[in-house]
């Protein structure tokens, strides 16, 4: 195990801002707008970049700051920044770094809003796309374009849980010269490190594990020092800055992601394995199940599992539906990474602006459901499980 796995819970906890005067143990909230300079002489050098400092908060703020250098440390990125939410990251890490005439290579697995930058927004730009597919890895080299500047990508992917070798993605990024930009959302950095695989940009939607207890909307944005001097360039001067109140909230979270996964982790795990033995559930998708296809691959680059399951019930959507109706302490919603077990439809949801076509591509079919496993008691979640399916089959 790395050094950076073994300090994991410490770097966490004990990354802070400097104490004030007043010797606080819980760092305070810095909630302002705008910071005051020493002189003029400190304001100029402020604005010229040739000293380090906070502005505006739309730039930086301490606590956004000490999230961020927690993230770093344990994802092994050089630099990072904050954004208000997920999605904003995602855009950011793209368009910051992407002109018209560039091309991007995508997995056709990604996020349903991460689908909509690429076929609808950066058209308008005159930045083009290509889709390949995860089980079809060796097409990929093919598809890279004398334009192609990037490769975008997540994994395990939402929501089916299918993996992409990062190792193999490094290499093929490294040999052509590409940005390599991995979503790390369901992962996190607890479970799977991109950056040690050759990622040269990791993002989040924070909003979901690192937060973990669904209460702020947040992302961000970590990797390669170079590339992140631009995201920070791009993002200052549009505006998607976090709230210090969030990023106190984040990063006071990070100290308990680590005991965090490990209970989503285990419960999940049980969770998929239960649903393995119920007659009414054709399939069930977990990387740390032995019969997920690419099993292997996710013990050689995840420390577990990942708190996501998805299965399908005998019927499709009619009985998908009936299952969700069904669930009496499941919670019904869109989200994910929470304390509270959330179950979801996704077709109708997520990604219903895909075309069916689209969504089988991707294994999404008609009566899919993902559920976020969460910190409850097992015992109790199966069970609500459990009835949810006899009430689906009755």
């Known amino acids: 195990m790395s050094e950076q796995k073994e300090n994991f819970e410490t770097k966490a906890i004990r990354t802070q801002t400097e104490r004030s005067q007043h010797h606080e143990h819980a760092v305070p909230l810095y909630l302002t707008s705008s910071f005051v300079f020493d002189d003029a002489e400190h304001a100029r050098a402020l604005f010229a970049d040739e000293v380090s400092g906070n502005i505006y908060t739309r730039y930086s703020n301490p606590n956004n700051n000490e999230f961020i250098e927690k993230l770093c440390l344990l994802e092994g990125a050089e630099d990072g920044i904050a954004t208000a ?3 904003a990251a ?38 083009e796309h290509t889709y390949a597919d ?3 890895t060796a097409s990929w080299e093919s598809k890279i374009k004398p334009n192609t500047k990037m490769i975008f990508v997540e994994t395990p992917s939402n929501p089916a849980l299918d993996l992409l070798d990062l190792q193999w993605l490094g290499d093929l990024a490294k040999k052509h010269n590409l940005i390599l930009n991995v979503d790390n959302c369901f992962a ?3 479970l799977q ?3 040690k695989w050759g990622a040269h940009i990791v993002t989040h939607s924070a909003t979901k594990y690192i937060d973990g207890q669904g209460r702020v909307i947040a992302g961000a944005i970590v990797g390669k020092k170079e590339l992140i001097k631009e995201i920070r360039f791009f993002a200052r001067h549009t505006g998607p800055s976090l709230s210090p109140f969030n990023g106190w909230i984040l990063s006071k979270s990070l100290e308990t992601l680590a005991v965090r996964m490990d209970r989503h982790c285990q419960n999940a795990l049980q969770l998929a394995t239960f649903l393995e033995t119920q007659s ?3 399939k069930v998708k977990y990387p740390f199940l032995p019969s997920h296809p690419q099993h292997t691959l996710a013990k050689k680059q995840m ?12 019927g499709g959507i009619d009985n998908g539906r009936k299952f969700l109706n069904a669930l009496k302490m499941i919670s019904h919603s869109a989200n994910l990474g929470d304390t509270r077990s959330i179950a979801t439809h996704p077709a109708s949801t997520t990604h219903s602006k895909l075309s069916d076509a689209e969504r089988l591509a991707v294994g999404i079919s008609p009566g899919l459901i993902r559920i976020s ?17 006899i009430a689906t089959g009755a």
């Not at 995508?106 to 690429?118: E, K, M, N, P, Y």
């Not at 496993?373 to 399916?389: F, H, N, W």
């Open 85 to 87: 939410s997920g999605m």
């Open 90 to 127: 995602m855009f950011c890490s793209m368009a910051a770094l992407l002109k018209s005439g560039d091309h991007v290579l995508a997995s056709r697995s990604v996020f349903g809003s991460t689908h909509q930058i690429l076929n609808a927004l950066f058209p308008r730009f005159g930045i």
């Open 134 to 136: 995860i089980d079809d």
């Open 188 to 190: 996190t950095p607890y």
């Open 193 to 195: 490190n991109p950056i």
């Open 280 to 282: 009414l559930v054709v």
């Open 303 to 314: 420390r577990l599992g990942g708190g996501i399951v998805t299965f399908e019930i005998a």
């Open 373 to 389: 496993v969460g910190l409850e008691t097992i015992e109790d979640i199966i069970e609500d499980v459990k009835q949810a399916i």
